[in-house]
């Protein structure tokens, strides 16, 4: 076992070098040999890396995908997102669970298979949606469950199960000038080489691009301050698209990479920096073959290397990082300490990674399709790009919309568009309301959809959610206040406690058990977990403070709602509620 485990380790290691931003793919690569990472493959990455193995062992404990105990020879992994919850994603967990005699979160007896659930695949748009071994399992029926679980109880691998099953839909359901103004690989490396550095940020300035992945920071401000910073600078893409409902970096990524890379590349010309990393999430590693094509192609065309389109003094090269199942990861600093190779808590900011990111030089980090509208401004000019949208909020956004609505799918809307025009593209009916910008960003009330996508009022990443008139408001905030509390990297104490407290809060509320002391206490821990350290702990309350906001009466009906109708068990009911809310035991006990 031993010698087996050593020799993975060697091949692992011998394939991927022992850079630190190699660390999580030897790690990943160990553990699909091997099901899991063993102490003792630890212990030699550590000594091949160069490392304490108590670092490699925090970095192995960050993140979920990663394990010290040995997964199923099928390891599977259920969405949970909300969207997933409404297609049906819980009983066909169930179902599976059945068929195969195993409980959620178990490794079966015989270690044939390991069934457990992540906070999203990314797919929501084709949901429901599983991860097996890695690999994306959309559209699921009741009746393909009972044909995976047939195929995992005969041992079929997994390139015997159907091709189709894989099949992730392109949704295009409405193209802009991103979409459909056609692009060849140069065309906007030529114009900004030929017209230099100042051109292009003087093309950036005019375009008004403001950063896609949801803070909205001007690029060109961005590139330049990271210019004027002396070192050796780095250009990151961050694809780690873990805002729930947001898809939209994923459909970039498969059908328009090179202008991704070409955008990195341009921000390599104007910092001066020589090497780019694209970090993508995990659940997309299934990208990574034709992103690697991509990138070979541009080596053959003279578009990336050295010596870029003929000039002796730019070399620019990029590498892609794999992420492991950790959201925190998207947010930038704590991707940059991802890359390398630590655990991957956000750092203090400022300084921010314009002045001091990656091994502390300074560097540029941008979206999927902040990258991909930069290398369409230089081959367009700022003035075609700005010739839509807002005041400020120029262009169009790329938004992800999932839910209740017809036609789920990608929109190439311009800023400005109303939530009400949104839902009318979508075919959504009757609606209880629409999450724009995901569990942290705004929840909006049918008498607000007048509101607009745009910087000035609704920001966004591009996830936009509908809620039909049926849905269960209190259930949806109770999952995405759960999603902060399980995706919350415990650094610092405001979040990793005040999250936890704040999903314990709403499931007794959602339980029919809050009191009106409940939902004081949960304004409170709003108010504590703005000393949070990073963005994740700053917006955790944000689903709460919204809706309790809009829908009050949500709430009350809910603190009323004891449900003493025949069948109910108010001793299990009690016990439940008990190991729910633990700190409020002694007064549920009094009841
Ligand atoms: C908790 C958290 C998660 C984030 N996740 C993402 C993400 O998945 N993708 C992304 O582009 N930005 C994400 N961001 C924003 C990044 O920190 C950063 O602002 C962005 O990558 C900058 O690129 P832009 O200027 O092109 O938007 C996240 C921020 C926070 C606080
Ligand atoms: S706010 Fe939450 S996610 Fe951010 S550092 Fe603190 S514990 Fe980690
Ligand atoms: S898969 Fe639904 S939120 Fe990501």
Not at 296 to 301: E, I
Not at 335 to 359: F, H, K, M, Q
Not at 495 to 507: D, I, P
Request: charged share 25%; with cysteine.
């Amino acid at each position: 076992m031993k010698e087996k485990v050593g020799e993975t380790v060697e091949r692992a290691v011998e394939r991927h070098g022992t850079r630190p931003y190699r660390l999580l793919a030897v790690l990943r690569e160990i553990q699909r040999e091997c099901r899991h990472l063993p102490r003792e493959a630890l212990r030699i990455v550590a000594d091949r890396f160069g490392l304490p193995v108590a670092r490699v062992e925090g970095v192995v404990e960050f993140y979920s995908f990663l394990h010290t105990r040995p997964r199923g020879e099928y390891d599977i992994y259920f969405s949970d997102c909300v969207i997933d919850v409404f297609h049906g994603c819980e009983s066909l967990m169930e179902r599976l669970c059945d068929r195969l005699g195993i409980r959620p979160g178990q490794v079966r007896g015989d270690g044939r298979v390991s069934i457990a659930t992540t906070s999203c695949t990314g797919l929501c748009d084709q949901g429901p949606a599983l991860l097996v071994n890695g690999r994306s399992l959309p559209r699921l029926t009741s009746a393909r469950i009972d044909a995976v679980a047939a195929l995992i109880e005969q041992g079929v691998p997994l390139s015997g199960w159907p091709r189709e099953w894989f099949q992730i839909d392109d949704r295009w359901q409405r193209r802009d000038r991103l979409l459909t103004t056609s692009w060849h690989p140069g065309t906007g490396l030529k114009p900004a080489l030929r017209h230099g550095a100042g051109w292009m940020l003087e093309q950036l300035t005019v375009s008004g691009l403001r950063g896609r992945g949801g803070a909205g920071f001007p690029t060109a401000l961005k590139w330049r301050y990271c210019q004027e910073t002396a070192g050796d600078h780095y250009v990151v893409c961050n694809a780690d698209e873990g805002e729930p409902g947001t898809f939209k970096d994923r459909e970039l990524l498969k059908h328009r990479a090179d202008a991704v890379f070409e955008g990195m590349t341009l921000a390599a010309f104007v910092t001066g920096a020589r090497q780019g990393f694209l970090y993508l999430r995990g659940e997309y590693e299934w990208l990574v073959p034709q992103l690697t094509a991509v990138l070979r192609q541009r080596r053959r065309r003279g578009l990336l290397g050295r010596n870029i389109c003929g000039r002796m003094d730019f070399h620019f090269e990029i590498e892609i990082v794999v992420g492991a199942g950790a959201y925190i990861c998207g947010e930038e600093s704590a991707l940059l300490n991802s890359i390398e190779g630590v655990r991957a808590t956000p750092r203090n900011r400022p300084p921010y990674p314009v002045a001091c990111g990656l091994w502390g030089q300074p560097t540029v980090v941008n979206n999927v399709e902040s990258f991909v509208a930069a290398s369409f401004i230089a081959a367009r000019g700022g003035d075609w790009f700005a010739r839509v949208g807002t005041e400020k909020s120029r262009g169009t956004k790329l938004l992800s919309v999932s839910g209740d609505c017809a036609r789920p799918g990608i929109y190439e809307v311009p800023f400005g568009i109303s939530v009400a025009e949104v839902l009318d593209l979508c075919g959504a009916g009757e609606t209880l309301g629409v999450q724009v910008g995901g569990p942290a960003g705004t929840f909006v009330a049918p008498d607000e959809y007048r509101r607009r996508i745009a910087y000035e009022d609704l920001g966004t990443g591009g996830s936009f959610m509908v809620f039909g008139a049926g849905r269960d408001l209190i259930d949806i905030v109770t999952r995405f206040v759960g999603f902060f509390a399980h995706e919350s990297c415990g650094f610092c104490t405001p979040c990793r406690v005040g999250t936890a407290l704040q999903k314990q809060l709403m499931e007794k509320i959602r339980r029919g058990w809050g009191t009106a002391g409940d939902l004081q206490e949960l304004e409170q821990l709003g108010r504590w977990l703005e000393a949070s350290h990073c963005g994740l702990g700053h917006t955790a309350h944000n689903p709460v403070r919204h809706t309790l906001a809009r829908c009050p009466d949500r709430y009350q009906a809910r603190l009323q709602a004891l449900d003493f109708s025949p069948g109910f068990d108010l001793d299990a009911e009690l016990e439940t509620a008990r190991r729910l809310t633990g700190r409020f035991g002694d007064r549920l006990s009094r009841i």
